[in-house]
């Protein structure tokens, strides 16, 4: 006899880091300053408890600026730029390509305060009680046109007038069968 059951996965600290580094690059926080609101949603490697994905939660009609802040790890880096799509079921809404920076040089890695951060021009969100919900995000970042990282996170739009917040606590359920 067969049972159905479901088994809660969760990423441990180490497995979600590693998907914001690659050899080139370590990226230290994401953050999104919205006007209005006087603290920065920010998704960064010190975060404690920290998400299981990145997940951002923004009031409609909300005008928002991006942060990155990173890390160059091996060699110096030339001509950076970030692509962002943003989809609602599978249809774009939102698709910026913007420059990020000419040379970014190899940061040394024990000193903290030692970081490349680049802030976007604003954003909007969109609003209506139809476009409310979750949107597929995809952030990507190029150098000389080639692809050298890239992330999909969700983007939440909730009513005007919610606050917004950081996202992706939950763990993922599977479906595991017991005889």
């Not at 600026?65 to 160059?72: A, C, D």
């Not at 970081?115 to 990507?140: I, Q």
Request: proline share 6%; net charge negative; charged share 30%.
């Amino acid at each position: 006899m067969s049972v159905d059951t479901k088994k809660a996965i969760g990423k441990t600290r180490e497995e979600i880091l590693a998907d914001f580094e690659n050899d080139l690059v370590r990226f230290e926080a994401m953050s999104i300053k919205i006007v209005g609101f006087d603290e920065p949603l920010e998704f960064s490697r010190t975060m404690d408890p920290m998400p299981q994905r990145l997940h951002f939660i923004l009031p409609e009609y909300s005008i928002y600026r991006l942060t990155i802040r990173y890390k160059v790890k091996k060699r110096p880096l030339k001509s950076l730029t970030y692509h962002q799509t943003v989809k609602k079921k599978s249809i774009p809404v939102d698709d910026r390509n913007l420059h990020m920076i000419e040379d970014a040089w190899v940061n040394n890695h024990d000193d903290e305060g030692d970081f490349h951060e680049v802030t976007f021009p604003p954003s909007g969100v969109p609003g209506g009680s139809f476009l409310r919900g979750d949107y597929k995000a995809k952030s990507v970042i190029k150098e000389e046109g080639q692809v050298i990282w890239s992330y999909k996170w969700t983007l939440e739009v909730v009513k005007k007038g919610t606050p917004p917040g950081i996202g992706g606590f939950d763990v993922q359920e599977v479906d595991e069968q017991n005889d």
